[in-house]
């Protein structure tokens, strides 16, 4: 394992004064990933626990190091373990360029979940669904193809980069806590968004069950969550798509539309730790009861360095809850990162991290935060009391 690069930040800026951290508040710059280390080589794009699992530490993440700087042959997506946070990783498959598409958008929108016992992965791309089986070097993961939609016959509303008979771009992937059952999204562009559910077959393979008839959206498939992922069989799976969140009644199979989302809401990410949280463009929602949720609304929450610019409508790209501590919250958004220590009534923006956009954030078991954009990937401890940003004394 390649070990982690301690970055300090003893000072930020803030409103003009010069605020101060002390030494063991650095931000801790997460340096061993594979890959180039170039543009957006750091930036982990998705992360995944076991389903079920309370293990805060083990994780998994993707990344994508497909920048144009980057020789055609060494470009690559990667699944990297942690067992300690995100200090370091030991990178377990990596996937070469027949499976995925980066010509038109691959590396920012990828589904990826791993089965229990990490014993294999699915991972959508614009070339469909696959399940990754690592072997124990990197290099020669078993990748296989699970069977989805097809770009069919026809005139297209729009031109399109694919053709008749390609696969359709997959997105959102979801797995019981058990391994039994896999639910996988496809949709892009014009075509009508679809999600099946897959069992596995006699041969080990996925075999697609069903499809899940009666989406009430037209809009790409982007976030999924059960309302409890310990249970083998959840009762209900919430659905974010390009316009609204949606909840689908697993036994009866009816739809419904999420209690409280704005209009247009694109559903970038959610959880469902200590109830429903939506991270949407534009805003942020809080659970109130099953299937509501109210959107935040303190002028605090958009603080920028430069600025005293305030107001609730951020772009938000992931929301999480640290599971130890409920009142505890992280927000990545295209201004940054912000954290809320009162159940997300109130946020504020973390000010350490380097400028960018960021869009994904872990808590680990020691109420640490790892959070990875186009800057990077960083270790925080933004919660410590000790770390709360002070004026500098002259």
């Not at 042959?73 to 030991?90: L, P, Q, V």
Request: proline share 8%; charged share 20%; glycine share 10%.
């Amino acid at each position: 394992m390649r070990t982690a690069s301690r970055k300090a930040v003893p000072t930020v800026s803030r409103r003009g004064e010069d605020v101060e951290l002390p030494p063991e508040c650095a931000v801790q710059q997460v340096t061993g990933l594979p890959g180039s280390h170039g543009y957006a080589g750091d930036f982990i794009e998705t992360t995944a626990m076991e389903p079920g699992s309370d293990d805060q530490d083990t994780f998994w993440a993707l990344t994508a190091d497909l920048a144009e700087t980057v020789a055609p042959d060494k470009r690559a997506m990667y699944i990297s373990k942690t067992t300690d946070g995100g200090e370091t990783w030991t990178p377990l498959a990596r996937i070469g360029p027949s499976y995925y598409e980066a010509q038109i958008g691959e590396g920012l929108r990828n589904g990826f979940i791993v089965s229990p016992g990490g014993r294999s992965f699915i991972l959508t791309t614009q070339k469909g669904a696959f399940e990754v089986i690592p072997t124990g070097n990197a290099l020669s993961a078993v990748i296989r193809s699970i069977d989805g939609p097809r770009v069919p016959d026809g005139p297209a509303k729009i031109p399109l980069t694919k053709r008749p008979g390609e696969p359709i771009r997959a997105n959102v992937a979801l797995m019981t806590s058990d391994g039994s059952r896999l639910y996988l999204g496809f949709g892009y562009f014009d075509r009508t968004p679809q999600l099946f559910s897959y069992r596995r077959g006699p041969g080990g393979n996925w075999e697609q069950e069903r499809a899940i008839t009666g989406l009430p959206s037209e809009m790409d498939l982007l976030s999924i969550q059960f309302d409890d992922a310990k249970p083998v069989n959840p009762r209900f799976m919430y659905v974010g798509t390009g316009d609204q969140a949606y909840l689908l009644n697993l036994r009866t199979m009816h739809w419904a539309r999420v209690d409280g989302v704005g209009d247009d809401s694109a559903i970038h990410g959610m959880t469902v730790v200590g109830g429903l949280h939506i991270a949407a463009c534009w805003g942020v929602y809080n659970p109130v009861g099953p299937g509501m949720v109210s959107k935040v609304t303190s002028p605090s929450f958009l603080y920028h360095v430069t600025s005293d610019e305030a107001g609730p409508n951020v772009r938000a790209y992931s929301v999480d809850v640290d599971p130890a501590r409920l009142n505890r919250a992280i927000v990545t958004s295209i201004t940054g990162v912000y954290m809320s220590d009162d159940k997300g009534v109130t946020w504020r923006r973390i000010n350490s991290l380097p400028e960018g956009e960021y869009r994904t954030a872990h808590f680990d078991s020691d109420g640490s935060v790892l959070v990875s954009g186009m800057p990077g990937t960083f270790l925080i401890r933004p919660f410590d009391e000790v770390c709360r940003p002070r004026l500098r004394r002259r």
